[in-house]
């Protein structure tokens, strides 16, 4: 048990896409008799300072959560994260305050790993320059690549890793992986060092966030790959990725982010107009499928349920050490 019930409350929700697929969850919390209010992603911290002292469960997307919003919210019980990464919740703070964390661990493996290998396809076949050709009124032909004839590498191979593998195999791509928590898997290549996936035709980034991969060093020893990030914004040297787009170390750079994003004043030199044709950025469409929506947000109104009722939520990635009453 994590604490006695609660029957009534606020439950915050910051995620963008909560509720917005096929199945109503938000009727599910209301009819349970919880208020829902809803707040911007980014977290704000004195926005949000007069709608947590009520919070009693946070169904959260991208945003921070720190110390300092936890201090804010003594009657919360729970954070679920809309998502798998909880990179960005303090939960050294959580876990001091006796707020369970949890996500949704298998919710949009599958849609983030379609967008990969969407945007792999899309940069190889050199769609978006082609695209912009045509409004040009330029119907000259672009030649680009077939992913049978290439080899991709993989850095980072968990869930949605493995999919982008089996995704490219199935097209008859060869595929080579590097994970330091992975040590052999009998459909692709291991790798001992994320510098051997330089030689690859291709590169697909599903790696954790917080560290950088993808630098000026790595980029050297790079020749015409093709270059997709769908994980964090932060594995990548924006201003190494650019210099290489520029010299033909890269052919081209797809991304579902951009490590500038979390700064309102930074303007990243990715969408630079010379670049245009060869750099592509979606808006954090990794997990915006209906399908994934409707898992995830069934998953986290489940676990805020389940702690509201006292019990333990089904995708604990912090359990409480103290339960909040």
Not at 175 to 197: C, G, K, N, Q
Request: hydrophobic fraction near 45%.
């Amino acid at each position: 048990m994590t604490g006695e019930a609660l029957d009534s409350g606020t439950v915050l929700v910051t995620s963008r896409s909560f509720s917005q697929g096929s199945v109503d969850t938000a009727a599910r919390l209301t009819a349970a008799g919880f208020d829902i209010v809803t707040a911007a992603h980014h977290h704000d911290l004195a926005e949000l300072a007069p709608l947590l002292p009520e919070t009693v469960a946070w169904i959260s997307g991208t945003g921070h959560i720190t110390s300092d919003h936890l201090a804010l919210a003594p009657r919360l019980r729970i954070v679920a994260r809309y998502g798998v990464g909880t990179d960005a919740v303090d939960l050294e703070a959580a876990e001091d305050a006796g707020i369970i964390v949890s996500n949704t661990p298998i919710a949009n493996s599958e849609s983030v790993a379609d967008l990969a290998l969407a945007l792999l396809l899309s940069s190889l076949r050199t769609i978006p320059a082609g695209d912009r050709a045509i409004r040009r009124g330029d119907w000259s032909a672009i030649r680009g690549r077939e992913i049978g004839s290439l080899t991709v590498g993989i850095a980072g191979f968990g869930r949605i890793g493995r999919s982008v593998a089996a995704k490219v195999l199935a097209l008859g791509g060869s595929v080579v992986a590097y994970d330091p928590f992975v040590a052999s898997d009998h459909r692709v290549t291991m790798l001992d060092d994320f510098a051997a996936l330089a030689s690859c035709d291709a590169v697909s980034l599903h790696a954790p966030g917080g560290q950088r991969l993808v630098t000026a060093g790595w980029l050297a020893a790079a020749s015409g790959m093709a270059l997709v990030n769908t994980a964090r914004g932060d594995l990548v040297d924006e201003d190494a990725v650019a210099a290489a787009l520029g010299a033909g170390a890269l052919a081209s750079y797809a991304a579902d982010t951009l490590d500038t994003e979390k700064d309102p004043d930074a303007v990243s030199p990715l969408l630079a107009a010379d670049l245009a044709d060869r750099v592509t950025i979606t808006p954090h469409l990794g997990a915006q499928t209906i399908d994934a929506v409707d898992r995830m947000s069934v998953g986290t109104t489940e676990d805020v349920l389940l702690v509201l009722s006292g019990a333990a939520p089904r995708n604990p990635v912090l359990s409480a050490r103290k339960a909040r009453r």
